[in-house]
């Protein structure tokens, strides 16, 4: 049963050009959150999806970034005219699919996105 | 005023002894909340899961939650050179939509 599944594990983009950075679910869920994280610091929250619906983006600058999860395949975190402040690691993780509050989030390995 | 707040640490205790990390939020609906321990250049992975007041034990590890004061504490037992770590404490709110935030962590440094 293969976990959550992030790729590219690094990227490195020059300044002005796009990030892509997939995630697969664990199979049987379709809640996906988005973080970031910088070095010595804790997980910022970017955007929570559902299935084809942007449940909460309010992490999420308003500029340049945007996120999706499409009913079939990977759910997509785009970074547009990457900058060098975007350089983090960008975790995605999934949880279950069913109404609850105390659904428990599995991590993928990370995105490392590093920007010249 | 941060939504879940934490001493960043470090936190150093000798192997044996026990490691107490303390955890605040500040959104008084709040349900769900969650420790969670991450080793330098891996991703989070769970360790505790707490939704009511009181005690949850877990093998080595206890979690205490106290919704009146809106603080959460993990506390580990005969600390061991492997729980050196980042803690990071997460809450959700009520509501299955809501999004779970996360604190800025506790580094955990158990020396020999």
């Known amino acids: 049963n293969a976990g959550v599944m992030q790729n590219p594990r690094h990227l490195v983009r020059r300044r002005g050009q796009e990030a892509r950075l997939r995630c697969s679910p664990m199979?049987?869920?379709?809640?996906v959150y988005w973080y970031r994280q910088l070095p010595e610091e804790g997980l910022k929250f970017m955007v929570y999806?559902?299935?084809?619906?942007?449940?909460?983006e309010s992490g999420m600058p308003k500029e340049r970034f945007s996120a999706e999860f499409p009913k079939e395949g990977p759910s997509i975190l785009r970074i547009q005219q990457v900058v060098r402040g975007d350089s983090a690691a960008y975790f995605c993780?999934?949880?279950?699919?069913?109404?609850?509050?105390?659904?428990?989030?599995?991590f993928g390995s990370g995105t490392q996105l590093s920007v010249l | 005023q941060k939504e879940v707040e934490q001493n960043s640490g470090p936190l150093s205790v000798p192997e044996g002894a026990i490691a107490s990390l303390n955890c605040t939020y500040s959104?008084?609906?709040?349900?769900?909340f969650f420790w969670y321990r991450q080793y330098s250049g891996k991703s989070p992975e769970l360790i505790m899961s707490?939704?009511?007041?009181g005690d949850k034990e877990d093998g080595r590890f206890t979690a205490q939650l106290n919704k009146a004061s809106q603080y959460v504490s993990l506390l580990i037992r005969d600390s061991q050179p492997s729980d050196s770590a980042t803690y990071l404490c997460?809450?959700?709110?009520?509501?299955?939509?809501?999004?779970?935030?996360f604190g800025s962590g506790t580094r955990l440094s158990i020396r020999p």
């Open positions: 199979k049987g869920h379709s809640h």
């Open positions: 959104d008084r609906v709040s349900q769900s």
């Open positions: 993780a999934s949880s279950p699919n069913r109404e609850a509050t105390n659904e428990k989030l599995f």
């Open positions: 707490i939704y009511s007041n």
């Open positions: 997460a809450v959700r709110r009520h509501s299955s939509a809501s999004k779970i935030i």
């Open positions: 999806l559902q299935k084809e619906n942007i449940i909460d």
